[in-house]
Nanobody, 126 residues
Framework: QVQLVESGGGLVQAGGSLRLSCAASGRTSRSYAMGWFRQAPGKEREFVVTTRWSGGNTYTALYADSVKDRFTISRDNAKNTVYLQMNSLKPEDTAVYYC????????????????WGQGTQVTVSS
């Protein structure tokens, strides 16, 4: 079992920045893929970014087109924490952001992820 706890959400003006954190506990591993998804009111949960282990100390990230060049994922394995740095935020980024962990797979499909956090609200005002 893996437990995930997100933090760092809040209210920010358009153009501003936020950094989300996802602290993992339990059966964690540097080889697990870690991703962020988001869900806006009345919409489906959508993929934001994922990072998977590529061997050694190398990780590969995959971003949704809508956040590419604005969001950056990083992970600190010593702290079992994944971060999502969000810059140049737009009102359309408003959503509940979820951290997710996958034991065996990585990618943009939510069904690939085994464990989920409770979510943290991000609201971007115009």
């Amino acid at each position: 079992q893996v437990q995930l706890v997100e933090s760092g959400g809040g209210l920010v003006q358009a153009g501003g920045s936020l950094r989300l954190s996802c602290a993992a506990s339990g059966r964690t591993s540097r080889s697990y893929a870690m991703g962020w998804f988001r869900q806006a009111p009345g919409k489906e949960r959508e993929f934001v970014v994922t990072t998977r282990w590529s061997g050694g100390n190398t990780y590969t990230a995959l971003y949704a087109d809508s956040v590419k060049d604005r969001f950056t994922i990083s992970r600190d394995n010593a702290k079992n924490t994944v971060y999502l740095q969000m810059n140049s935020l737009k009102p359309e980024d408003t959503a509940v952001y979820y951290c997710a962990s996958s034991t065996y797979s990585s990618g943009s499909k939510a069904a690939l992820y085994d464990y989920w956090g409770q979510g943290t609200q991000v609201t971007v005002s115009s």
